[in-house]
Nanobody
Framework: QVRLVESGGGLVQAGGSLRLSCAAS????????MGWFRQAPGNERELVAA????????YYAASVKGRFTISRDNIKNTMYLQMNRLKPEDTAVYYC???????????????????WGQGTQVTVSS
């Protein structure tokens, strides 16, 4: 059983930065693969970035590559998403997620994630 809680969302101007946090609790033995998703009104939920703490591999969507950085503090069991040079198109509810089983690499398929946070709103004004 895994519980994920996001924090760090808010309202920022275009070009600004935010750092999102995802605190994980519970049994995480089979949940070393984690990721960040976002969903804007009327849009499908999309993968933004993914990370596997057992191997250190990462994945970034083309729309955020070079601007966002995913990382994890293994001691605090917390995942982060550093968001720089934010654009209005980044406005969405951001969710952290954990894989439902042990994986060797990053997860890019939504169905492979079995645990989800409740989301944090990020709004970027122009």
């Amino acid at each position: 059983q895994v519980r994920l809680v996001e924090s760090g969302g808010g309202l920022v101007q275009a070009g600004g930065s935010l750092r999102l946090s995802c605190a994980a609790s519970g049994r995480t033995f089979s949940s070393t693969a984690m990721g960040w998703f976002r969903q804007a009104p009327g849009n499908e939920r999309e993968l933004v970035a993914a990370f596997n703490w057992s191997g250190g591999s990462t994945y970034y969507a083309a729309s955020v590559k070079g601007r966002f950085t995913i990382s994890r503090d293994n001691i605090k069991n917390t995942m982060y998403l550093q968001m720089n040079r934010l654009k209005p198109e980044d406005t969405a509810v951001y969710y952290c997620a954990a894989g439902r089983a042990q994986y060797t690499g990053v997860l890019v398929t939504t169905g492979d994630y079995g645990y989800w946070g409740q989301g944090t709103q990020v709004t970027v004004s122009s």
